[in-house]
């Protein structure tokens, strides 16, 4: 399950595959799932799936699992409750250096 998500190698290679640079905005990010950001706010875990983390902040689950965009939409009305409901998203739980490598990990010699 990979709804609480950063960008993956696989958008990285296609992005190289395509000459397209990763835009900065994707250079950092907030992992619900995998940080506790999810538990620190509603004193529970994201169990169940992002389906039954949506109904339990009381929206409605649309779409098909698994699609990327209905995935974000779902993902973002999780998002849009924490903001409601007080949370304050501060920092980023993730990012990456200037060579696209995670912070705290080395890149690898090829």
Known sequence: MNYFSKPTEFSGL???YKSIDLPPCFDRW???KDDSVFK???HREPRGGL???VEC????WEGRAHNGLVDS?????IVRDM???GFRFTRSTRGLDRNGVPFGQRK???
């Open 30 to 32: 907030i992992n619900l």
């Open 57 to 60: 902040v009381g929206a409605k």
């Open 73 to 77: 939409i779902n993902t973002a009305k």
């Open 51 to 53: 389906r039954a983390c």
């Open 40 to 42: 620190k706010h509603y």
């Open 14 to 16: 296609e992005l190289q």
């Open 83 to 85: 903001v409601r409901t």
């Open 108 to 110: 690898k010699n090829v």
